[in-house]
């Protein structure tokens, strides 16, 4: 099993609707994060956590929200989506320091 | 502002061709510097992590270096299975409890048999 799973890995959503993407992690890392990924444009940082309490935006985070359930779990939301949200999410955790970030497998988002 | 920036966007390569990818960044200060590697469909896989100018990291065929302003990925007679995209990322000082990563744009790498 991957340390990382996220949930659901395609999906197909129409304009106005809420999705939630989920993130799962078995590293015991506190630090979890949410990333975009879009062509031509890099992997983009949505929100941040290093921990339960403690939640950060980051450079794009509006039209997103989330959710730390726990230490292994962050879900991403979109309370309304939109077309120009048609991405490549991912979500990764690290541990404290100057440490590398361990990515899930991503979700492919298609918003129509 | 702080910025990555990967060259070329694209690198077309024969078995056994060698070649270098780069990685430029403007950063108020630099944490670390992480190369990725990523297939298709699938998320970036964790390559190495440069702390300091004129550190290198091996691994197989790959071998990163970096100094003050870029970071060099040399690939040595590279293979198909070495095919996909590179990602360079830094970490800067200015995020004060670490973690955030600031991504390049990547190079799609190609070798052909």
């Known amino acids: 099993d991957a340390d990382v799973t996220q949930t659901p890995r395609n999906r197909i959503t129409k304009t106005g609707k809420r999705i939630m993407l989920e993130c799962s992690q078995t590293?015991?890392?506190?630090?979890m994060y949410w990333y975009r990924q879009d062509p031509g444009l890099g992997l983009r940082l949505i929100y941040y956590s290093f921990d339960v309490k403690d939640i950060n935006k980051g450079e794009i985070s509006d039209g997103y929200s989330v959710s730390r359930q726990a230490q292994a779990k962050f879900s991403l939301s979109l309370e309304s989506a939109i077309p120009n949200q048609t991405a490549l999410y991912f979500c990764?955790?690290?541990?404290?320091?100057?440490?590398?970030?361990?990515f899930g497998q991503g979700t492919r988002l298609t918003v129509v | 502002e702080d910025q990555v920036t990967q060259s070329p966007e694209a690198l077309r390569l024969q078995e056994g061709e060698s070649s270098s990818l780069n990685c430029s960044y403007t950063v108020s200060g630099l944490r670390g510097l992480f190369w990725y590697r990523q297939d298709p469909g699938k998320g970036p896989e964790f390559l190495f992590t440069?702390?300091?100018a004129g550190e290198e990291k091996e691994k197989e065929r790959l071998k990163a270096t970096l100094t003050k302003k870029e970071s060099f990925l040399h690939i040595t007679a590279p293979k198909p299975e070495d095919s996909a995209t590179y990602l360079c990322?830094?970490?800067?000082?200015?995020?004060?409890?670490?973690?955030?990563?600031?991504f390049g744009q990547g190079t799609e790498l190609s070798v052909k048999p």
């Open positions: 990764a955790t690290s541990e404290p320091g100057h440490t590398e970030a361990f």
């Open positions: 990322a830094v970490r800067p000082l200015s995020y004060n409890q670490g973690g955030k990563l600031i």
């Open positions: 590293k015991g890392h506190d630090r």
């Open positions: 440069l702390y300091s």
